[in-house]
């Protein structure tokens, strides 16, 4: 059977923008601080009443169009989130609805930023087994309604969009040549958000901020410029390839200067990097696939390019996928 390999991308963020200047208006920061030490310039915010299913159910749409692919043709969806709709059903079942997916099972997956490197490289095993010919890899976040909007040291750091894939059948010698994944759950406290059934969120710790997400940014950091070159140089040495053969670096946008030092590790130009955190900060799960999907678009992914997927984030996880386009 041929190799599995990415049919089509696309993506959907909210409309509205809020710029560094619009959070000058309301928190003690500036524009001048946020992107020196970040780069970032602005996110898109979900308004009430969009969630992560309908801005999922977007990117999807567009990703199907460009693989040629019907909705009734999926096999699976893997939605790829922090920030479900709801704790029960799935974002991936209301996306399956939603797409009118009916031959296609449906499941949620949660490796925070790593999300869409996990959920590409499990879709590629399931089609490169014979089990499934189309799968839909979707990452998609509101991570606006989950951070602490008077917490300056992160709230300024992240937006809401989401990114797809369809992965399905592409010509042997081409597609997804390898994968890497890991986790060390004893650093989970870094960047935790600790509501959930154990710790139910109150009236008190919406006041408090506890029930947000709580960020150690230098740990963070830390980790950050270990962990993706460490996924990348893993998946690269899986496929028998060296890191002068990466032709496009799409790395998970969380800091430019996290991304600038991973692609340094990686001895990696950065005209090869894909860099979109000016005008999206930092979206988690959506983070890759919109990069990636804007790099296809924009032409700077051509037919034959080895292209690296490299993230990290909460759990704390990190993945790399290397793929031939
Ligand atoms: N505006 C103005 N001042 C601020 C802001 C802000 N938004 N935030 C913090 N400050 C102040 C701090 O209070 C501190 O002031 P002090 O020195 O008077 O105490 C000062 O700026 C410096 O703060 P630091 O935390 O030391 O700044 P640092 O240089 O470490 O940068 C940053 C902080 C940008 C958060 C950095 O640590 C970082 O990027 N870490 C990684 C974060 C990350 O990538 N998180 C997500 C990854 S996982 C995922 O994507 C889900």
């Known amino acids: 059977a041929n190799p599995a ?15 560094n200047e619009y959070l000058e208006t309301f928190l003690d920061t500036s524009d001048e601080w946020i992107r020196s030490r970040t780069g970032i310039g602005a996110r898109h915010v979900a308004p009430e009443g969009v969630n992560t299913s309908d801005l999922a159910t977007g990117a999807a749409k567009e990703a199907l169009e460009m693989a040629g692919v019907s909705p009734e043709d ?21 996306v399956q609805a939603n797409l009118g ?3 296609a099972a449906a499941f949620d997956l949660e490796a925070a930023c790593s999300g869409f490197a996990y959920g590409s490289i499990i879709a ?3 089609i490169e087994n ?8 979707i990452g998609a976040e509101v991570l606006t309604r989950v951070i602490n909007w008077k917490d300056r040291s992160s709230c300024v750091l992240f937006g809401d969009g989401a990114g ?13 040549l390898s994968g890497a994944m890991g986790a060390d759950g004893t650093g989970g406290d870094f960047l935790t958000i600790r509501s959930g059934i154990a710790n139910p969120v109150t009236d008190a710790r919406r006041a408090d901020g506890s029930a947000y997400a709580v960020m150690d940014g230098r740990e963070v950091y830390k980790f950050a410029v270990k962990a ?20 496009v670096l799409v790395p998970h946008q969380a800091n430019m200067r996290i991304i600038e030092s991973a692609a340094k590790r990686l001895h990696v130009p950065m005209e090869k990097v894909y860099v979109n955190i000016e005008k999206y900060a930092n979206t988690s799960g959506a983070s890759i696939p919109i990069a990636l999907d804007e790099a296809v678009r924009t032409g700077m992914v051509k037919r034959g390019d080895i ?8 759990g704390l996880t990190w993945a790399s996928v290397v793929m031939k386009w």
């Open 124 to 126: 590629s095993q399931m």
């Open 74 to 94: 999926l096999d699976l969806i893997i939605v790829c989130t922090l920030t479900p709709d709801k704790m029960l059903p799935s974002t991936a079942c209301i």
């Open 5 to 19: 390999g990415i049919l089509g991308t696309g993506h959907c963020v909210p409309e509205q923008v809020w710029t």
């Open 228 to 247: 993706m070159p460490h996924a990348a140089e893993l998946a690269l040495q899986r496929a028998e390839l060296e890191k002068k053969d990466i032709d």
């Open 101 to 103: 997916a009916v031959n």
């Open 164 to 176: 797809a894939a369809v992965i399905g059948r592409v010509p042997s010698g081409y597609g997804i």
């Open 307 to 314: 292209v690296c997927l490299a993230g990290f984030g909460a």
């Open 130 to 137: 014979g089990m499934y010919d189309h799968i839909l890899v």
